[in-house]
């Protein structure tokens, strides 16, 4: 890039009255100053800011020669650097205060914005520049903007994992399953995915380099299996930070991310019907599941109803017997509570494909004639 006016980005350490005029500005803007001409000044803190009292500083020139290597020399005054550097280059001032600054230097930054030609940190807590890194290819408008302006860290979102699987949650006991599980990896401000793990009551049973679903071997479900899912996932990239400038600042590292638990969890039904005319009392498991209507997982509480007809003339509730006599059995046509009606016996009903029986309560009213339409219905 051919050096230019200031305003048209000249490197920093070139003419000093273009960058006092062009800077003034920013300057007063900043410390609410007026006619303050940043070089001349740099030596006087801001009202509540102390001078640099520590700086280590390397530069390099902004002149190169025909052949692209920098080949030239820079001599800055004492007022100019006094109080912000103690050498550069390793060079200290002479007697007169000025420090020899040679160096190379091709410009940098975007299109528009020339490199300062200096690299330095500054440490003084005081000091404007208090925690600013300058690289030699840094532009002079990027070292203003950190230097005027606080910056504000960027929001690292790490990876997170959830996991899915078909008809979760309570099953009849018995039943034979065979689970898809689908887990959902949501990157961030992550890594990519690596590996991906399927556990089974803590025991890792499929792995994938592809976030993939997976379908678990069809069993019989006796009691209750819960999956998880785990992903392992690279570095993170690099975010900027409010001044545009990246920053590391909680960059998300390589690690693993655990999904929630998907439970399958075994459970009883309760069945209940109408019976047909000159019915007997059930006392099978095999009746009693073949009633018509069921309800997965009974509860203190639940709720059941039966409709009759003149084709009926029985009716009956069964339940496990873990749970309380039913709290009333109301007739819809009359609301009279027929519970004294039913008669209840303990029979041993099996799950989903014979699995282990546990007692039930069996309720049962059989009426000496056929029922005229009406609804009675059970509260547990």
Do not use: W
Request: charged share 15%.
């Amino acid at each position: 890039m051919s050096q230019q006016t200031l305003q048209n980005n000249v490197p920093f350490g070139n003419n000093r009255t273009a960058i006092n005029s062009n800077f003034t500005e920013l300057y007063a803007d900043k410390h609410n100053h007026s006619n303050k001409n940043i070089l001349d000044n740099i030596n006087e803190a801001p009202p509540t800011q102390a001078s640099v009292t520590t700086a280590q500083t390397t530069a390099q020139n902004a002149q190169t020669t025909a052949d692209g290597k920098a080949d030239a020399s820079h001599s800055h005054g004492a007022s100019d650097l006094s109080g912000i550097v103690k050498t550069v280059n390793n060079n200290a001032p002479d007697a007169q205060g000025n420090v020899n600054v040679t160096g190379g230097g091709t410009g940098g930054g975007d299109a528009t914005e020339t490199a300062m030609g200096v690299s330095f940190v500054a440490s003084n807590p005081q000091n404007i520049m208090q925690g600013v890194t300058v690289n030699d290819t840094d532009s002079v408008a990027s070292v203003l903007r950190r230097m005027l302006r606080q910056a504000t860290p960027p929001t690292y979102l790490a990876p997170t994992l959830t996991l899915s699987g078909t008809a979760s949650g309570n099953v009849e006991i018995g039943s034979n399953i065979a689970p898809v599980l689908t887990p959902t990896f949501t990157q961030r401000n992550g890594g990519t995915a690596t590996e991906r793990r399927i556990l089974r009551g803590g025991t890792v049973i499929d792995t994938s380099s592809t976030v993939t679903p997976f379908t678990d071997t069809e069993f019989q479900l006796l009691a209750v299996t819960n999956y998880t899912a785990s992903v392992d996932y690279g570095q993170g990239g690099i975010l900027n930070d409010s001044l545009g400038e990246p920053d590391e600042t909680g960059r998300i590292p390589s690690g693993t991310v655990t999904s929630g638990t998907v439970s399958y969890n075994p459970v009883r039904r309760a069945f209940f019907g109408a019976l047909g005319l000159s019915p007997s009392v059930l006392n099978d498991s095999a009746q009693i599941r073949a009633l018509p209507s069921n309800f997965l997982n009974p509860v203190n509480g639940t709720v059941m109803a039966v409709d009759v007809t003149s084709a009926n003339q029985g009716i009956c509730f069964a339940y496990p017997a873990t749970l309380r006599d039913p709290t009333s059995i109301i007739m819809q046509s009359t609301g009279f509570d027929m519970k004294g009606s039913f008669n209840i016996t303990r029979v041993q009903v099996e799950g989903a494909n014979g699995a282990v029986s546990v007692e039930y309560k069996v309720l049962t009213m059989i009426n000496a004639a056929a029922f005229t339409n009406d609804r009675y219905t059970l509260t547990v």
